[in-house]
């Protein structure tokens, strides 16, 4: 039995690459001031891109509030890098794995050519690409370095997730029931995850609430968020 583990932190970290997005020329303008740092109407519609690519869809078909919420996360990845700044690079061979994870959830992607055609579609390039990722990946082992040694995931903790959450599932989807020793690294990986989530989410909001944030769209003056 495997159990599937989501990471949250992929959408919450590494900050924007600055390309074109979507074959046309975008009149920039500030869309929010972090701590006196400008983020721009193209850093948002890259971002936008960029989880269009993740998420196998047209950045055009975002309703106004994914739009809002690829600007908050845009917004806290630059409180991120003010606390955890990389100072060295991801190895090409961890990057080039995340883009090959990547093409795989667009069919079209099977060929080069296909693929090459996928990212300009997304007003992306796979160089662009590549350097977001390494960031991605770089910041993230940052964010786990400061944050995971104080996850301490008991047995039981394992236990109780097993009993009450794991064995009902199981039971509802027809599965066959799994002695815990089979899922016990499992689960406890799963839990650290969800920990280690919440206390991005704290710090986040943290973050925010000393921060000085101000965007044009829904305020005129500073906001602390």
Same mark, same amino acid.
């Given at each position: 039995?495997k159990?599937?583990?989501?990471f ?5 970290l590494c900050?924007a690459?600055l390309?074109p ?5 975008v009149?920039?303008?500030?869309v929010a001031?972090v ?12 971002e936008?891109a960029f989880?269009a690519?993740l998420?196998a869809?047209?950045a055009?078909?975002f309703?106004s509030?994914?739009r ?5 996360r845009?917004i ?5 890098r ?7 690079g991801t190895p ?10 990547v093409?795989?959830l667009?069919? &079209?992607a ?6 090459r055609?996928?990212?300009q579609?997304?007003g992306?390039?796979?160089?662009a ?6 960031d ?9 370095a ?6 301490q995931i ?11 959450e ?9 599965g ?6 089979e899922v ?5 990986d799963?839990?650290?995850e969800?920990r280690l989530?919440q206390?991005l989410?704290g710090?986040?909001a943290?973050l925010?609430s000393?921060s000085?944030i101000?965007?044009?769209r829904s305020?005129?003056? &500073?906001?602390n968020?």
């Amino acid at each position: 039995m495997k159990l599937r583990v989501h990471f949250g932190l992929a959408l919450l970290l590494c900050a924007a690459l600055l390309v074109p997005c979507f074959g046309g020329a975008v009149v920039d303008r500030v869309v929010a001031n972090v701590n006196g740092n400008v983020l721009l109407q193209s850093d948002w519609e890259q971002e936008l891109a960029f989880e269009a690519l993740l998420n196998a869809r047209s950045a055009d078909s975002f309703t106004s509030a994914e739009r809002k919420a690829a600007l908050d996360r845009l917004i806290d990845r630059e409180l991120l890098r003010e606390q955890v700044r990389p100072s060295e690079g991801t190895p090409s061979e961890q990057v080039a794995a995340r883009v090959a994870e990547v093409r795989k959830l667009h069919a &079209d992607a099977a060929t080069d050519e296909g693929w090459r055609s996928i990212l300009q579609r997304h007003g992306l390039t796979e160089a662009a690409l590549e350097k977001r990722l390494g960031d991605e990946i770089q910041m993230m082992r940052l964010v786990e370095a400061r944050l995971r040694p104080s996850i301490q995931i008991d047995q039981h903790a394992v236990e109780t997730y097993y009993h009450d959450e794991l064995l009902p599932q199981l039971k509802r989807n027809g599965g066959r029931e799994v002695a815990l020793p089979e899922v016990f690294s499992h689960i406890r990986d799963l839990l650290a995850e969800q920990r280690l989530n919440q206390l991005l989410s704290g710090w986040l909001a943290t973050l925010r609430s000393a921060s000085h944030i101000r965007s044009p769209r829904s305020s005129t003056g &500073d906001q602390n968020r």
